[in-house]
């Protein structure tokens, strides 16, 4: 049945090239209009089954909350120019417009700055009952002595001796920006010293930095500032993705020339996105390129012709059209991994037109017809180019079984795009050759062409030689090849799994670097876990058991600016108390000459407090409060440090009478706004959600109000501690099974993979070892095609860590790819070998033995081509393919001609 289709599609070729060509056009255009509808995704979380919970919240919380998928501008340099930047940057973000739709802004708004006003209204009200216990004499008088008093009797009820105080992250950045109001505040005095003259302005920004903190977005050295810009789009955007990252991108750049000390980058879900989306396209575009000129040029020197590599190329790229058109139809979008089909099946593809052209160019060198060519070539070559591409095909469709949804429509989108190029191949190729041997026959005729291509012989006599020598002495081959496989299943043993997300991503992107920039400076991972939670009461709750974990730094959540009923309630006997004292203190006229001693002393005090903060920070181990100490006090270790207070005490040793003008003029500017801001901040008013400002709502809640999400960031970097991502995911999950992110989905994708790949790579062992017996209709001659298959597993991980490669959950999918690319090899040689018959070694490896050389070095430069990828993940990915395509030609070579051998000499 199979044989009289091969004949009759000869034929038709032959008589009816035009109206085959007809029905290529027809379909080619058919395809390409499909294809012009794919799009691409590169989120990870879509690589996981669609049903699954993680991936379920992560998309609803991406389609349901613009701010879970913002813009970071990180802007570098001096505190004061960088927030100069900050400031200027941030309403020309906003006034961003959509080109194609001019009312429509690009951006909603740019979070760099606390929420003040909220701050300056309900600041007392935020304050946990406990802090608001030992910290609230710091509000009850306006006067600098008393403040100072106040202020070191506060730090030593709360801070001093007490290192459970600062032993969680929260409680450390809480004493960070603790003592960062103190600098602010010393740093002032010492200027009011000097009589340098401090604007109004300028004392109530201490005042502020004092009861609210630091408004920037601030790193905690103060050298790096970050934007956070919500859009008005979600990353499903894709248009917009790319559009409104460029555009924001244009405005820093322009603002980078007026500042040239400042450095500034894009970062964060939509700047990582569309970089991921953009640089990957461009990587495979040029890496496409790459492996289409090597090919092409490997195709010349080896046929020593350049016409018949042409029509290879021509008929494979009209397949590809095909197959994009087929993966349009059956998945929609490409994904992280689908995106590589190209590549993929540009290496696999290829080889059907090898075959094809080299059966042909066999047979009308030994001077056929160009109908008993076509026809030898299909009988001939023909049906083991439909098995390889069957049993490839099907290995690939296996991967349907996955749970993943990469691997599943990895298998979807190479197994039909390969037996659609098969389809292309065959009905195409064979239309381009008969052309192209009808003008060789007209030239020949009229004596035109006096060297036909035809006539050359173009098989690989070496390779044939080769593999005789091998047949005969295959008890040495035999063993040679059991030793080199058994050394590489030791070294295979011994290959190791890199978990570290950071390893895949593309080197060199401002984007990701910037990540580094934001966990070095902020103490923060920009991987974090999201939970979407349905009520306030919830996220609190939530936030809560979170805080508590070891594996957690910090949370975010809206109770940070809506305390229950039941805290605000035990709160408000403070904030009255508060309210009380600094009603009724007395605001001094001025600082006199009596009062100096008494503020020489606490400013001693004050010195000495934040010594003793900073050796119990540096004894505990919490270095951004033993940091921000040597910032103040200096560090004991270097004798040259700046001490702040010292400084300030020697100044007032100096001269007296020019401090008190200065103390006096400064306490004149401070006591008044002090006191009317702390009466501001102490309203026992309830907070309510409504009572909320927009932009703190928007950050936490849904555009219904009826959903709440939490963030959860790490407190380790759990890319580069494979132990701690489990802990931290574990965590997480025992908490709440609505934790997604990418740390848990990450994880979940290397489980499922690993666990998908194992199972596919059995099951398609077993589906081509059936298709073999059936096709060859004998378990031996299947079995022979398989072994050199296994061995080429066992190779290919082997040589992977021996130059140097890891697993990754990119390559890793490598293995039953290998499995279908791999069996190809096999199912020509023994066809062949079963065609020609016993004692034909030589010839059927200098023939078909030069085709599947050809194929295995079109595959791996195809493959090897990713390797220049700026992608990681995907030269992993080629890089794994490369070797195994060359593992299963050497063991293809070594295994079938020592087993030819074996079985001949029976």
């Not at 608001?132 to 009820?157: A, Q, R, Y």
């Not at 390559?811 to 040689?829: A, E, R, S, T, Y």
Request: proline share 3%.
């Amino acid at each position: 049945m199979r044989e009289k289709i091969l004949i009759k599609l000869a034929n038709l070729h032959t008589n009816h090239p035009w109206r085959m060509l007809l029905i290529v056009l027809l379909l080619t255009v058919l395809f390409a209009a499909f294809a012009m509808q794919l799009s691409v995704t590169m989120r990870w979380s879509d690589l996981l089954p669609s049903g699954d919970q993680r991936t379920i919240q992560f998309n609803k919380i991406i389609d349901e909350f613009v701010s879970a998928t913002s813009l970071v501008v990180v802007v570098q340099g001096e505190e004061n120019r960088i927030k100069a930047f900050a400031d200027i940057l941030a309403p020309k973000i906003i006034a961003l417009k959509d080109p194609d739709d001019s009312a429509k802004k690009l951006f909603k708004r740019v979070d760099y700055k606390t929420e003040v006003d909220f701050l300056k209204n309900h600041g007392l009200m935020l304050i946990k009952e406990d802090d608001l216990e030992n910290l609230k004499d710091v509000f009850t008088d306006p006067n600098l002595d008393g403040l100072l008093f106040n202020l070191n009797n506060s730090m030593e009820k709360e801070y001093v001796g007490k290192e459970e105080s600062i032993s969680t992250r929260e409680k450390e950045d809480g004493a960070v920006y603790f003592l960062d109001g103190i600098q602010e505040l010393v740093v002032a005095l010492k200027s009011a010293a000097s009589r340098n003259d401090l604007t109004a302005e300028n004392v109530q920004k201490v005042a502020d930095k004092l009861l609210i903190g630091e408004p920037y977005l601030l790193s905690y050295d103060e050298k790096a500032l970050i934007l956070n810009v919500i859009p008005n789009f979600t990353m499903l955007d894709t248009h917009y993705l790319e559009e409104g990252t460029d555009a924001a991108q244009e405005l820093v750049d322009g603002l980078l020339i007026e500042f040239p000390d400042v450095r500034a980058g894009l970062t964060g879900f939509i700047a990582v996105g569309r970089d991921e989306m953009v640089y990957s396209e461009q990587s495979l575009g040029y890496t496409t390129l790459i492996a289409l000129i090597a090919i092409l040029i490997l195709l010349i020197l080896s046929f020593r012709m350049w016409v018949a590599p042409v029509l290879a190329l021509a008929s494979l790229l009209v397949g590809l059209v095909w197959a994009v058109g087929i993966a349009a139809l059956v998945v929609g979008q490409l994904n992280i991994m689908t995106i590589m089909m190209a590549v993929i099946l540009l290496g696999l593809g290829i080889d059907f037109s090898i075959h094809l052209i080299s059966g042909f160019t066999e047979r009308r060198a030994a001077g056929d017809s160009i109908a008993q060519s076509m026809e030898a070539t299909f009988l001939k070559s023909g049906k083991g180019i439909i098995t390889g591409a069957f049993t490839t095909a099907c290995a690939f469709l296996t991967l349907v079984i996955s749970h993943s949804r990469g691997m599943k429509e990895m298998g979807l989108v190479t197994g039909t795009g390969l037996l659609a190029i098969l389809l292309a191949t065959m009905l195409f190729l064979p239309i381009l050759l008969v052309f192209r041997e009808r003008q060789l026959d007209k030239k020949r005729d009229k004596g035109i062409e006096k060297k036909a291509f035809v006539q050359r012989d173009i098989s690989f006599r070496f390779l044939g030689n080769l593999t005789v020598w091998l047949g005969k002495h295959f008890v040495f081959t035999i063993l040679t090849t059991v030793v080199i496989t058994v050394l590489l299943v030791w070294t295979a043993s011994k290959i190791t799994f890199d978990h570290n997300y950071m390893n895949i991503e593309p080197k060199g992107l401002t984007s990701i670097t910037l990540q580094d920039t934001v966990l070095e400076k902020f103490d923060l991972s920009m991987d974090y876990a999201l939970i979407l939670t349905d009520d306030v009461d919830l996220s609190r709750s939530l936030a809560k058991e979170y805080r508590e974990l070891g594996s957690v730094a910090v949370t975010e959540d809206i109770s940070v600016y809506l305390p229950s009923q039941d805290e605000q309630e035990k709160r408000i006997p403070h904030i009255l108390e508060i309210q009380e004292k600094i009603q009724a203190a007395e605001i001094k006229n001025s600082i006199v000459q009596s009062d100096m001693e008494k503020l020489k002393e606490e400013i001693a005090r004050l010195e000495m407090n934040v010594m003793e903060m900073q050796d119990m920070a540096f004894i505990g181990g919490q270095d951004k409060v033993d940091n921000k100490c040597k910032e103040i006090v200096g560090d004991p270790d270097d004798p040259d440090s700046e001490n702040m207070f010292q400084d300030l005490l020697e100044i007032l040793e100096a001269d007296e009478l020019p401090v008190v003008e200065g103390f006096s003029d400064f306490h004149q500017k401070f006591a008044p706004y002090f006191r009317q801001a702390v009466v501001q901040m102490g309203t026992t008013d309830p907070i309510r959600l409504e009572d909320l400002p927009a932009s703190i709502v928007d950050r936490y809640g849904n555009a219904n109000r009826d959903q709440f999400l939490v963030t959860v960031f790490p407190a380790g970097n759990i890319w580069q501690d494979k132990n701690f991502l489990d802990r931290f995911v574990q965590d997480l999950e025992g908490v709440s099974d609505r934790a997604t992110g990418m740390p848990p989905v990450f994880r979940a994708l290397v489980e499922i993979i690993g666990r998908d790949g194992r199972n596919a790579v059995l099951l398609t062992l077993v589906i081509v070892f059936v298709l073999l017996i059936f096709d060859f209709r004998s378990p031996r001659m299947a079995l022979m095609a398989m072994i050199p298959l296994a061995f080429g597993i066992f190779w290919m991980v082997g040589l992977m860590h021996i130059v140097g490669m890891q697993l990754t959950v990119m390559n890793v999918m490598g293995l039953p790819l290998i499995v279908g690319i791999g069996i190809d090899d096999g199912v020509h040689i023994v066809h062949r070998w079963k065609h020609e018959g016993k004692g034909k070694i030589g010839i059927v490896f200098a023939s078909t033995g030069k085709a599947i050389l050809l194929t295995s070095l079109t595959t791996m430069l195809a493959f090897g081509s990713l390797v220049f990828s700026i992608w990681r993940g995907f030269g992993h990915l080629g890089g794994a393919l490369f070797l195994g395509v060359g593992a299963c030609f050497l063991t293809t070579v070594l295994g079938l001609s020592g087993l030819i051998g074996l079985t001949e000499r029976k």
